[in-house]
């Protein structure tokens, strides 16, 4: 079984009680999420395989994540992005510097999406941050903790909230839990995209509900309302992600009026991006 289950910690936020289910804490590399996405890939024998291909953006948390893991099992792994920029090609920082020094061979395209992978039985193509239905089993363990700790904790109806990027996270989890509402934020464009997005791994669960941003933030853009939020969680004593558990907390104070039920906030990592995030806030003069 899973000898990695994560603790939930009690959160007093903005006058108000949360539980906090600490993925973050898992593993500094495979973060969050993307711990539970590639956990049967974890457990793959590593003969099965010997070289992964991928592709997304350069400072992508399911790149470095992959990277950890290809290292792990000695698996070879080429990763397709765009052309970077001329400082960070010379200069590689954050997420992507990490990603190169387990070993990643990275491949600069003008138009990733277009590339087909080798044909090859050793070859395991893994789709952008990871939305696949591998990431199910992981999510399933994930689901099964949290059923575990409702019940230890008599709590009788509860919500879950957790960002969604791709929303293979979201749509899993909530298909394991069927008497959850699940509640998640389209984090990278608005909430019609990402149910079709959902929709292209099946029909998504009625328990699971997008509420949305009262102002959407450019994608992995610096943005001040969610440096704020951010900073402020901080300071409460959990640090989050810059980039989706810094939206994800912002949308759900919004909602949080409507919500009686109590709120367990799944933490989905990403903070090994914190750093170069807080760079771009500097160098935007807002930070
Ligand atoms: C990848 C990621 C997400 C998005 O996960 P999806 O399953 O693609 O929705 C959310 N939060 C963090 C910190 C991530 O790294």
Redesign the pocket.
Known sequence: MNGHASVVESFFFRGRHFFVKRDDRIDPLL????YR?LYRLLETPAHHYHTLWSRGGAQS??MLALAALCQRKGWRFHYMTRHLPDHLRQRPCGNLRKALELGMQLHEASNPDVWQPPRDDGVLVVPQ???DPL?QDGIALLAEEIQCWQQQSDIRSLHVA?????????FYLAAALPDVCVLTTP?VGDAAYLQWQMEQLGAVSKNLRIIEPDRPCRFAFPCRELLAMYLELKAAGIEF?L???SLMWHTLLQHIGRIESPVLYVH???LSGNDTMLARYQRAGLY
């Open positions: 973060s969050g999420n993307k996405k948390n399911a941050g990871g939305a990431a957790l960002p969604a990027g791709t929303g293979t996270t979201a984090v992600d980039i989706y558990g989905s990592g990403g």
